[in-house]
C-alpha cells in the first residue's frame, strides 16, 4: 500500500465512523432521547436559566400513534404559532431565522375549560393549587382570556377588535364558551368586559410558564392554545449543572425529576358539552 493509497484508506475510515457515529446520533435524539438547554426565566421558580432538561423522545413517538397522552402538570417543549410574539428567532453570528421552542407547563387538555381570574388558573371549573409557585412568588393578577360584548355580541378579545385579531389567536376566539345571558344582557346598555373560558378544541392544549410575574413568560395567555403537532416532548428530569448553590452560597445536588405538581392531579375530568 502506497501513501497515497494509506491516506485514501484513513480518510474512507475516518468519514465511515464520523458517518456512524452521525447516524447513531441522529437515530437517539429523534427516537429515544435528547436533551433543551432552558433559556431565560419563564419556568422560575421550577427551572433556572441556564439548566438542561432530559427530554424521552419515544414518549412523543407513542403519543403520536395513540399509545400515550400528555398529562396536565407535565412540563413540555413547545413551539408556539406562527406569527407569535418571538416565534422567530435570529441564530447567532450566522444570523439566518429559525422558529425557536419554548419550555411551559401544560395546564389543560384537549376537552378541558381553562382561564385565568385574577392570576389565578381555572381549570374545569376549579382553581388549582398552584403553591409550588405561589410559595415562592407572587403571581401578577392578570386575568385570560378577556373579552368585549356590546350589544350581545363579541367585538373585543384580549385587547383586539375581533375584526383585527392577530391570526394566531383565531382558534383561542373559536374555543371561546359562549357569552353568558346576562352579559348579553348587560351589554345593551353599555360595553361589558369579562373573563371568558375556553373549551380547548380536540389536539389543543393550554401551556403556561411557571414564572407568573408581569412579563414574566409568554405562553398561551399571549398566543392561545397549541395544537398537538407543536409539542416536541416532555421535560422529565435536570441534569445538568450536576450541583449548584442554594440561597446561602452552600453547594447542593441539582440532579432531580420533574414531576407532576399535587395540584394538577387533583384537577376533575372535563365537563361534559
Do not use: C
Amino acid at each position: 500500500m502506497n501513501v497515497r493509497e494509506f491516506l485514501r484508506y484513513l480518510w474512507d475510515e475516518w468519514f465511515r465512523q464520523v458517518g456512524e457515529a452521525l447516524l447513531v446520533a441522529f437515530v437517539i435524539t429523534t427516537f429515544f432521547f435528547t436533551t433543551v438547554q432552558v433559556y431565560g426565566r419563564s419556568m422560575v421558580p421550577t427551572l433556572q436559566h441556564g439548566e438542561r432538561v432530559l427530554v424521552p423522545k419515544y414518549e412523543m413517538w407513542l403519543e403520536r400513534f395513540g399509545l400515550r397522552a400528555w398529562h396536565r402538570g407535565e412540563i413540555v417543549i413547545v413551539k408556539p404559532p406562527p406569527g407569535a410574539p418571538n416565534s422567530v428567532a435570529a441564530f447567532p453570528i450566522l444570523g439566518f431565522q429559525y422558529r425557536p421552542y419554548f419550555i411551559k407547563r401544560l395546564v389543560a387538555r384537549p376537552g378541558d375549560t381553562v382561564r385565568v381570574e385574577e392570576g389565578r388558573l381555572v381549570v374545569n371549573g376549579v382553581y388549582v393549587d398552584e403553591s409550588f409557585i405561589t410559595d415562592k412568588i407572587q403571581p401578577y393578577p392578570d386575568s385570560f382570556p378577556r373579552v368585549l360584548v356590546i350589544d350581545g355580541k363579541v367585538v373585543g378579545f384580549q385587547g383586539y377588535r375581533v375584526d383585527n385579531l392577530p391570526a394566531y389567536l383565531n382558534d383561542a376566539l373559536a374555543m371561546l364558551e359562549p357569552v353568558p345571558e346576562e352579559v348579553k344582557l348587560a351589554s345593551r346598555a353599555r360595553p361589558v368586559e369579562y373573563v371568558g373560558t375556553l373549551r380547548l378544541a380536540p389536539g389543543y392544549y393550554f401551556v403556561m410558564g411557571d414564572n407568573r410575574t408581569l412579563g414574566g413568560s409568554e405562553d398561551s395567555r399571549v398566543f392561545g392554545p397549541i395544537p398537538d403537532p407543536n409539542i416536541a416532548g416532555r421535560a422529565s428530569a435536570v441534569w445538568w449543572p450536576p450541583v449548584t448553590r442554594d440561597e446561602r452560597g452552600r453547594w447542593k445536588l441539582n440532579l432531580r425529576r420533574l414531576t407532576i405538581p399535587p395540584g394538577f392531579r387533583a384537577v376533575p375530568d372535563a365537563p361534559a358539552n
